[in-house]
């Protein structure tokens, strides 16, 4: 018997139709995205991501760097807040302030990645994400930064993860979550093992899997058909499926799925 819960989303044959006739065609009831990332290193997931919310036809748009970047933001970034940097080019302590600001500010914030592997960033993060009650897509290795909050990530409502298969066997792990992910499974069994924990947990996933892009939540699955990886990994399919939610902040499945066709 065909799982219930399971919605296969074909190549060009949207599931959730409604989703995109419902863009709203005025920016003022576009949303506002905050988008926080980058770091001494690197900002390109930063950029991209700011260029494809305008493109998705989001109101406006963001940004939070560490401000050890402001000489070297692009001229076509033009929303940008800056916060304090730390000795190893991420964001500081200090900066929680410009967080909690683009937090208020927003109507749903994308932690981008870039971000860097400093332990004083990953608690500015924590201490975030602990007062931030609005919509949260968290991708690439942001979901590593604040591995240590995992426990608290996975009860939080209103936050999608989308995740390497990696990160996904490393996120069961860290709350002890009694289901072992490996890479040889069946997309059945990971189908299942997705559902489950989206009925324990309040928090939705978007994960890659032997070419099948899955988003889960609420116990519900959509599979989607993914032949560019690389979008997940530049952190494309993140920009777009936090836009789509800020138009339908009560849909996350159906939003996420929506976004990927």
Known sequence: MEHPYWHKQAAGSPLYEDIEWSKPEQKS???????????????????????????????????????????????????TIFGATNPSGSLARESLVELKAIGEWSTGILMIGDAGRNSETAIVYEDFLREYSGPLTITRDAVDLIKHASANIVERPDTLLVVSFAQLQKLFQLVYYPKVL???????????????FTITYPVSLMVLHKDILLVASGGEVTSTPWENPMAIWRGQTAAKAACYWLWNPTKTLESATASLV
């Open 29 to 79: 009831q576009a949303g506002r995205l905050g988008i926080i990332g980058g770091n001494k290193l690197g900002f390109a997931g930063v950029a991209e991501a700011y260029g494809n919310a305008l493109q998705c036809g989001v109101g406006e748009v963001r940004v939070l760097l560490p401000d050890v970047l402001k000489k070297t933001i692009p001229p076509v970034i033009t929303d």
């Open 182 to 196: 490996t890479f040889s499974m069946q997309l059945t069994s990971l189908i299942e093992a997705v559902h489950k």
